[in-house]
């Protein structure tokens, strides 16, 4: 097993433990059905805003690419067709936000679920800054999705429409959880990527690898109008 593998984990053990070595980190949960867009205006935050994106499916494949023992647990199980542990995602993803010398995170498709969300919050101890929800409509997350597999829309329409159907009834509970506590921004993705990013741009604000510039006066206004306009 190589030195970087993540140990096959007892939640017991696991919880309460402190697993970023008691790094202080900032993390944004990044929420959105499947061509939402939110894979592209992540891509637009990293490189205006100095965050590192984290995406808990790229970790848990890449997981069973290394060859682990863990990673060959997780392959087992998806072939199997089980559901990977939380704990298991949330260990990958702690690492990531270790290993990692950047203190500022977008947490891409995960939680997927009020387990995955309260797992999270009580292994690792951290909460979410806030929490960005692309909103689209279904219709147009189906164009999208087909235009990426031009020659294939009959096989994948039915797949498509069941990852919508699954990330609704998963996600929700997620989303209505933060939006209790006034930390879900929730954007109108459905427009054109350039109009999503203005109103990134003024959520973000405060983390401008620029500096403070602004930070103080407008830009205030700016954070405020979008929280009015798209805060749940």
């Keep these: 097993m190589g030195t970087n593998s993540v140990d096959c984990i007892d939640a017991s053990k696991v919880e309460g433990e402190n697993l970023l070595g008691g790094k202080q980190v900032t993390v944004v949960f990044v929420l959105g059905g499947p061509g939402s867009g939110k894979g592209t205006q992540c891509a637009n935050i990293v490189e205006h805003f100095g965050f590192t994106h984290l995406s808990a499916g790229d ?11 863990n990673g060959t647990m997780i392959q087992n199980m998806i072939k199997e067709g089980k559901i990977v542990p939380s704990e298991v995602t949330i260990k990958l993803l702690a690492r990531a936000m270790k290993e990692d010398k950047n203190d500022k995170f977008l947490i891409d498709g995960f939680p997927r679920n009020e387990e995955n969300r309260s797992a999270f919050e009580r292994v690792t101890n951290i909460k979410p800054e806030f929490v960005l ?31 919508f159907k699954v990330f609704l009834e998963s996600s929700l509970p997620v989303i209505e959880y933060y939006t209790s ?42 954070a405020d109008e979008v929280k009015q306009i798209h805060l749940v």
Excluded: H, W
């Design 133 to 163: 929800f692309f909103e689209c409509p279904e219709e147009e997350m189906e164009r999208r999705l087909l235009s990426r597999n031009q020659g294939r829309e009959d096989d994948n329409i039915e797949t498509i429409r069941k990852r």
């Design 59 to 69: 970790l848990l494949r890449a997981e069973i690419k290394s060859g682990s023992e």
């Design 181 to 222: 506590l006034g930390k879900v921004f929730k954007i109108d993705a459905g427009r054109p990527k350039e109009k999503v990013f203005e109103d990134l741009e003024c959520i973000f604000s405060p983390y401008s690898l620029k500096g403070k510039v602004n930070v103080e006066n407008n830009v205030e206004d700016c």
